[in-house]
């Protein structure tokens, strides 16, 4: 069965030290991998996404994730946290065969200090 | 702009009762999606649909059901509301084979 892992339930870094944000994943085949953000009282925006190719994809905000095949993760990194990332951090997977279906994991709660 | 609206956006009821909530989209997308979210459990999916009349059971659809009479909404009905039920309900569209699901605000639910 499908799965995702966030092993960080909360992570708190200063603003302007650098962000990384674990993700793996159990998937038998390729797999497409997601990363949403969640601000209080709000929906999901997605921040990036990967399919196949260059396994280091750029997103919104200065965000950016890896995908490490022989290592099953996706993890999202940010060069310089801003007050405003604090959030709430979803991985998602699916695939081909899926359907659209989505497998969240836990989610990583952010803070941020001044 | 096109969007996806939920309604209410708060609901509180009591245990028994049936409830239903409202999504809405205006990206004419074929597919549409209701999650609760839990802590401790992220998002899990309860019912989807790729289109008008086709409805399907998603990993948590016990006591929930949803149909599709048009392409813009997908409400989802608690036929007997029970307090595990009380969550943060959220719906979502995507178009086609795009993968990339958009949010709605979500529903907050508090069943009594």
């Known amino acids: 069965a499908q799965s995702v892992t966030q092993p960080d339930i909360h992570i708190t870094v200063s603003e302007g030290a650098s962000l990384e944000l674990r993700c793996n994943y159990s998937?038998?085949?390729?797999?497409?991998l997601f990363w949403y953000v969640q601000s209080p009282g709000q929906g999901l925006q997605l921040l990036l996404k990967?399919?196949?190719?260059?396994?280091l994809v750029q997103g919104i905000k200065g965000f950016e994730a890896e995908f490490k095949r022989s290592q099953s993760s996706f993890n999202l990194r940010k060069p310089s946290v801003h007050w405003s990332d604090a959030a709430e951090y979803f991985c998602a997977v699916t695939a081909y065969d899926q359907g659209n279906q989505f497998y969240f994991g836990t989610g990583t709660s952010l803070t941020v200090i001044p | 702009d096109a969007e996806i609206t939920q309604s209410p956006r708060h609901k509180i009821t009591e245990t028994g009762r049936q409830v239903t909530l409202a999504c809405h989209q205006t990206w004419n997308h074929n597919n549409m999606f209701w999650y609760r979210q839990d802590l401790g459990h992220g998002l899990r999916l309860i019912h989807y649909s790729y289109g008008v009349q086709d409805t399907n059971k998603g990993e948590v659809s016990d006591g929930y059901s949803v149909s599709r009479s048009n392409t813009e909404d997908l409400p989802l009905t608690l036929e007997s509301a029970a307090s595990s039920q009380t969550s943060v309900y959220f719906c979502a569209s995507s178009e086609g084979d795009s993968y990339e699901q958009y949010f709605g605000p979500g529903t907050r639910l508090t069943v009594t």
């Open positions: 998937y038998g085949a390729t797999p497409y």
């Open positions: 990967y399919f196949s190719g260059d396994t």
